[in-house]
C-alpha cells in the first residue's frame, strides 16, 4: 500500500455546499489528462490499421478493387468485434487470436468473390499474397501501436482523471493499482462512497455519492470506476445520470467475479477484471451521426411530404377554422422547454387546460377529421421543423408538457433520465403499444433503455414500426 497522506476520513462526509479541495482532495489532478482529454484509442489504431491494408497497392493496382473491399471490410469487422475500443490492460498477445480471426474471415470472403468474378487461378493466387501481406502488417502494426500505448502510459504522457466509487476492499485495491501503475491509463485522483460507506483505510474518501457532480468538475475527471459502492443500485444510477457525471467513461468492476464479457477478450486491471460499460448517454461520435442522420431524414421528408402537408393544412381548416398550427411548450433535452410545433385537432377551454390536462382516446374536443390525424400521426408532421431546428430528433422519448414532466419525474425516478436525449417525433415507446392511456413507468423504462442500448439499426427499426402504425391507424 501507498503512504496514507496525512487526510482526514470523516471530514467529507458532511461536506456538500462547497467541498474544501484543501482536505477531501488530496490527490492532484493530472495535465497530461488535461491536454490529451480529446485522446481516444481508436485514433491510433485505425490510421495504422488502414495503412497497412492498403500498403498492397504500393506494390500493384492489379487488385485494387479487392484490396479496397478488404480493407473497408476488415474494419468494419474489427470494429465490431471491439478491436478500436479503449482497454486498461494492453498487450499483442491478448489481441492475437481475434485479430488473427476476423483477419481470415474477411479475407476469405473477398477472396472468394474474386475467385467468383476472376476464372483466372493466377489473378486470384496473386490477390491472395496481397492479402498475406496486409494481414501481416496489420499484426506488427498492432504490436507497434500496443508498445507504444504502454510507453507513453508509463511517462505519463498520456492519462486520464479517474474517481473510484466505492469504498470497500475491492475499491481500495484499485486506487492503490492505478497508483501504483501507470500503464493502465488512469491517474486516480479521489474516491467516493455512500456516506453510510465511509469507512477508515488506506485511501482517504474525498466525498460521498452526492458531492460525485462537483468532484467530477473540480478534478476535470473523465473516467468512473465502479467498484463496490455501498449504496442500492437505483442510488447509484441516479448519482451516474446526472449531466456531469453521465459524460465520463463508466468503467465497473463485475458483481459477480470473473464475470467478464462475451464474445470478447477480457480486460482487468492488476488481475482484477474490469469491464467498460456502454456510454449511458449520447455524445461525440454517436451523437454526431444520430444528429446527421436527423438532418438527412428532416430534410427529405420535408421535400417529399409537401404535398401531404398543404392537404392537412387546408384539412385542418376546414375542421377547425383559422388557427391551422398549436404550439406548446415542451421539454426537451437536459430538461430545457421548447415549442413544439403540431396540426391543431382540438380546441381547449384556455390556455391553463391546454397545459395541465392530460388528453386521453375518444375525447369530445377532437373532430372526426382531428381524429383521423392523431390515429395515422399527420397531426405530428410539422415536427420536422422542430428536428431541424436542433429542438428533437427523429427517434426518441416523446416530449411531454412541464406540468407532467414535474409530475412524473416526482412519481417515478427513472422519468427524469429520458431527458439525457432529444426528445423525438416518435419512440421505442410509442411503437411498443406505450400510447394514450398507458402507464408511465413503462414507457419510462422504453424510453431509457432506447438511451443506452441506442444504434442507428435502432432508429430505422423504430421508425420502419412507426410506418407501419401509421398504415394500421394504430395511434391515439
Known sequence: MASQPATSTSAPAALRTG????????????????????????????????????????????YWRGTLANAALTVAIFAAGGLY???????????????????????????????QRHSSVE?????????????????AGRALS??????????RWVEHNAIVIGSGPIGLELARLLRRYPQYGLRFVGCVDAAA???????????????????????????????????????LMETLLRPRSSRCDLWAVPRLWGS?????????????????????????????????????FATVALILLTPLLLLCAVATFIDGGRGIFFHQERIGRYGKPFKVI??????????????????????????????????????????????LRGDMSVVGPRPERPYFVEKFSAEYPTYAARHRVPVGLTGLAQVSGLRGDTPISDRARFDNYYIENWSLWLDIKVLLRTVAEVFRGGGR
Not at 489532478?29 to 481508436?42: C, E, G
Open 19 to 62: 467541498l474544501d479541495t484543501t482536505a477531501v482532495l488530496p490527490y492532484a489532478k493530472s495535465r497530461a489528462s488535461s491536454r490529451t482529454r480529446w485522446l481516444r484509442a481508436w485514433m491510433m489504431t485505425l490510421p495504422i490499421d488502414i495503412a497497412a491494408l492498403l500498403t498492397p497497392l504500393l506494390l500493384s493496382q492489379t
Open 85 to 115: 475500443r479503449p482497454r486498461r490492460h494492453v498487450g499483442i498477445l491478448d489481441e492475437l487470436p481475434i485479430l488473427c480471426g476476423r483477419l481470415l474471415a474477411s479475407a476469405a470472403v473477398v477472396a472468394i468473390i474474386a475467385a
Open 123 to 139: 489473378y486470384v493466387s496473386g490477390f491472395v499474397r496481397g492479402v498475406a501481406l496486409s494481414a501481416g502488417l496489420v499484426i
Open 146 to 155: 500496443r508498445a507504444l500505448t504502454i510507453l507513453v502510459r508509463k511517462q
Open 197 to 235: 460507506g465511509q469507512k477508515t483505510g488506506s485511501v482517504p474518501l474525498s466525498g460521498t455519492l452526492d458531492d460525485l457532480e462537483q468532484l467530477v468538475r473540480l478534478l476535470e475527471c473523465e473516467v468512473l470506476v465502479i467498484a463496490d459502492p455501498n449504496c442500492p443500485e437505483s442510488a
Open 260 to 296: 467478464g464479457t462475451q464474445g470478447g477478450y477480457p480486460d482487468h486491471i492488476g488481475a482484477i477484471p474490469i469491464i467498460k460499460i456502454s456510454d449511458i448517454t449520447l455524445s461525440g461520435p454517436r451523437w454526431a451521426i444520430k444528429r446527421a442522420s436527423d438532418l438527412t
Open 342 to 387: 403540431k396540426f391543431r385537432t382540438m380546441r381547449p377551454l384556455d390556455e391553463q387546460e391546454s397545459q395541465t390536462n392530460w388528453s386521453i382516446a375518444h375525447d369530445r374536443r377532437v373532430g372526426p377529421i382531428g381524429r383521423f390525424m392523431r390515429r395515422t400521426s399527420l397531426d405530428e408532421l410539422p415536427q420536422l421543423w422542430n428536428i
